[in-house]
């Protein structure tokens, strides 16, 4: 059970929790959590901060920085349990402790078992430590590393670029640009979001894709996986090019930048990737391409959200963005529902996600 909620004291003032939900909203930390904070003393915001990107300060730390003195006395409102660990920084619980904060107020507990405990050490310390304080909210902000926390796999988000009759390419191939220029930005900010994105050898090849960052300012690049069991790939391709580190899916990894995984008459077991994806540090992955690859992944049920940028535009005989299987009847068929649809101008942007059964 990641939280509850609780009968709050007189003195929490859920507006705070609020305000470091929506703060944890921001940056792009992955595969780390997304976390807010906010510092408060006397009723007033003496400092807030969330989790820009790995390696840099946490949401914690970010706020007592700017609250300075002010927050010895104070309240620390958290979207997460302070870590107790020393990773790329130190634990948040001690940082929390050294600058002399009365109360904790967190929402979510950490299921990280590498980094939990941190309210333990906050009440050793002396610091009253409330949790469960819109712990819903918090989980909904945090869902993906949640996830993977939870399943030990990362989030899967499968992306695609299609037009109204769902196709991905013309006939002949030709691709750029379906979309325009803020549907892909977006597609950017997706792969920033997961930091880690994956294709198949066939989109390398026929694409010659560097699968980086390009259209909004990160820290970090994400890390590229490419299925490409056989070693076909030569290196020359732009995805294993020094822009982010790529890992090669391989029946017999050989090297540190190779994943070895469990094949299935023939094929590379999604599943075995998965896990062991999540053992090299990634929580969240971005399939985008190509088509047989994402197909698989739905095929699997290992999609656990859709993200579809669809053009006005009619591509006639192209191949489409999905295609597995000949269902028989519609109770074979997967359900779906909509989280949002967005316009872009001239794109819509649909966002789904199944609907469990």
């Not at 930390?29 to 901060?49: Q, R, W």
């Not at 894709?209 to 069991?229: F, G, K, S, Y």
Request: hydrophobic share 40%; charged share 25%; net charge negative.
């Amino acid at each position: 059970m990641l939280g509850q909620r609780v009968a709050m004291p007189s003195w929490i003032n859920p507006l705070h929790m609020a305000r470091a939900i929506e703060l944890s909203k921001q940056g792009y930390p992955a595969p780390n959590p997304h976390v807010g904070c906010v510092i408060v003393k006397d009723g007033a915001v003496v400092g807030e901060g969330f989790h820009h990107y790995v390696g840099g300060a946490h949401a914690e730390v970010e706020a007592l920085n700017i609250a300075g003195s002010a927050a010895r006395g104070g309240t620390a409102y958290v979207s997460q349990e302070p870590c107790n660990h020393m990773g790329r920084t130190g634990p948040c619980s001690e940082a929390l402790i050294e600058a002399g904060v009365a109360r904790v107020v967190f929402a979510v507990r950490d299921p990280n078992p590498g980094a939990t405990g941190g309210a333990e050490r906050l009440r050793e310390a002396g610091i009253e430590v409330i949790e469960g304080v819109m712990a819903d909210e918090a989980a909904e902000a945090n869902k993906k590393w949640l996830h993977a926390m939870r399943t030990q796999k990362p989030y899967v988000v499968g992306k695609a670029a299609i037009s109204l009759d769902g196709r991905i390419a013309l006939a002949n191939g030709e691709s750029k640009w379906i979309t325009g220029d803020e549907a892909r930005r977006q597609a950017h900010i997706l792969r920033a979001e997961c930091g880690a994105v994956l294709v198949g050898r066939r989109t390398v090849e026929l694409d010659d894709p560097e699968l980086t960052v390009r259209h909004i300012d990160v820290a970090n690049q994400p890390v590229r996986i490419v299925i490409d069991p056989e070693r076909r790939l030569d290196s020359g391709r732009k995805v294993f090019n020094d822009a982010a580190p790529t890992h090669r899916v391989v029946h017999h990894g050989l090297s540190p930048n190779e994943v070895a995984v469990e094949t299935r008459d023939g094929e590379v077991s999604l599943e075995s990737l998965l896990k062991n994806l999540f053992d090299k540090g990634i929580t969240s992955l971005l399939v985008e391409g190509g088509a047989v690859t994402l197909s698989k992944f739905l095929a699997q049920g290992l999609v656990d959200r859709l993200e579809l940028f669809v053009a006005p535009k009619l591509l006639g005989n192209g191949p489409h963005w999905a295609s597995f299987g000949d269902l028989q009847t519609m109770d074979e068929v997967g359900k779906w529902k909509f989280e949002s649809i967005r316009k872009l101008a001239p794109e819509a942007w649909l966002t789904a996600t199944p609907i469990s059964i």
